[in-house]
DNA sequence: GTCTATACACCGATAGAC
DNA sequence: GTCTATCGGTGTATAGAC
C-alpha cells in the first residue's frame, strides 16, 4: 500500500468525523497501521496527516476540476466534466467536503487560509468559463459562487436526508443555471 | 441567567466548534458554569447539552421560520420574512447551521433523525407556500429543497471565504428563486 | 518501518462537602 | 446550585527494541 492509498484512506476518515472527531486510533483502524508507523509517516501528527489530505485533495481538485474547465470542449461541455468528477468524487453527495468540514474550530484556525485560496481558486476558474462567453465579470463571479454554493449546500442535505437525489440534480443542473442567458 | 440563555450559548459553541470539537471546559468558558454545575443543570452531560441545543434551534425555528411560511401575507413578503429571519439566526452567514454540523462523526448516529426531520419540515412547509400558488407538487418539492441547498451552501462559503455577501445575496434572492414562474 | 511500552494532558463524568 | 477533588478512559505524542 503506497503514501496514496493512506492519505486516501485517512481522508475518508477526516471527511466522516471532521478533523476533532478524527482520531488516530480511527486512522490506525482504517490504514492498518500502528501508531508508530503513522508517526513515521507523518512526524508532525494529526496536523500532518489532514496536510497531506488537504494536499491530495488539492492535487485532484486541480487534475480533475480546475484543468478540465480551462481544457478544450465546449463550456457547456467543460462544465458537465467537472459535475461528473465532482459526482465521482464526492460519491454522489454522500461524502462530505473536506472544505467545508476544515472551516471549525480548530482545523478552522490551522487551515483557513488553503480552504480560502482553494475555493477561490474554485470560483475564479469558473466565472473565467463564464466571461470566454461574454458575461460580464461581476455576474461570471456571482454565478460562480452560486454554482459552489449549490455543490456545498447539496451536500449537506444529502447527508442529512440520505437521498442522493438533490446532489445528482445539483450537479445536472449545473451547467444550465451558469450558462443561461442573462436576464 | 435564566436557562434559555446558557443554552443559546452552549449552542454558539457547537457551533463554532462542532460536536466533538465541543469540549466541557468550552463549555465552561462560555456559560461561566463550572463542571459541576454543569451537569447539575444536563445530567446527561455533553449530549444532553447537544439536545437542548438542538431543542431550542427546533423551537426558534418553528416560530420564526415554519410560523411566518404558514401565516398570512403574500408568499413572497412571507419568504421575506423567513429570510431576514435566518439573516438574524446566522448572523449574515457567520455563524453555522447545527443541523450541517451534527451530521458528522458521532454527532449523526446521535442526532440523525431530529436533524432528518427538521430539515424536513423546513423544506414540507416551503414547498406548501409554493403550491399554494399552482406550483405542481413536485416542482415545489424540488425548488424548496433547492432553497434550503442554497441557505446551506452560503453559510459554508461565508464561513471560508471570510464574506458575507454570498449569504447576504442568496436570502435576498430567495423570494424570487421559489416563486418565479415555471418554465 | 513496525512493534511494545509508556509519558503526559485532557477528556467526560462522578462524589461529597457546603 | 456550586465548589473541590478525583476517577477511569482516551487523546496525542514519544522512546527504544527489533
Redesign the pocket.
Known amino acids: 500500500m503506497d503514501r496514496t492509498e493512506v492519505v486516501q484512506r485517512i481522508a475518508k476518515v477526516f471527511r466522516q468525523c471532521g478533523y476533532e472527531g478524527?482520531?488516530?486510533?480511527?486512522i490506525s483502524e482504517a490504514t492498518g497501521?500502528?501508531?508508530?508507523?503513522l508517526?513515521?509517516?507523518f512526524?508532525?501528527?494529526?496536523?500532518e496527516m489532514a496536510e497531506a489530505v488537504l494536499e491530495y485533495a488539492g492535487q485532484w481538485f486541480g487534475e480533475n476540476i480546475l484543468a478540465p474547465l480551462q481544457g478544450e470542449g465546449t463550456p457547456a461541455g467543460r462544465i458537465a466534466v467537472m459535475g461528473a468528477h465532482l459526482s465521482q468524487f464526492y460519491d454522489c453527495g454522500r461524502s462530505a467536503c473536506l472544505l467545508a468540514i476544515f472551516t471549525l474550530g480548530e482545523s478552522d484556525l490551522l487551515f483557513h487560509k488553503r480552504v480560502n485560496q482553494m475555493l477561490n481558486a474554485w470560483i475564479d476558474r469558473l466565472a473565467a468559463v463564464l466571461m470566454e462567453i461574454g458575461i460580464p465579470a461581476k455576474q461570471a463571479r456571482q454565478r460562480a459562487e452560486d454554482a459552489v454554493i449549490q455543490v456545498q449546500g447539496a451536500l449537506v442535505l444529502v447527508r442529512a436526508l440520505d437521498r442522493t437525489e438533490p446532489f445528482e440534480r445539483t450537479v445536472q443542473q449545473l451547467p444550465i443555471r451558469l450558462l443561461e442567458p442573462i436576464a
Do not use: E, F, I
Open positions: 478524527t482520531t488516530l486510533s480511527l497501521l500502528g501508531r508508530a508507523s508517526y513515521h509517516h512526524p508532525n501528527g494529526k496536523q
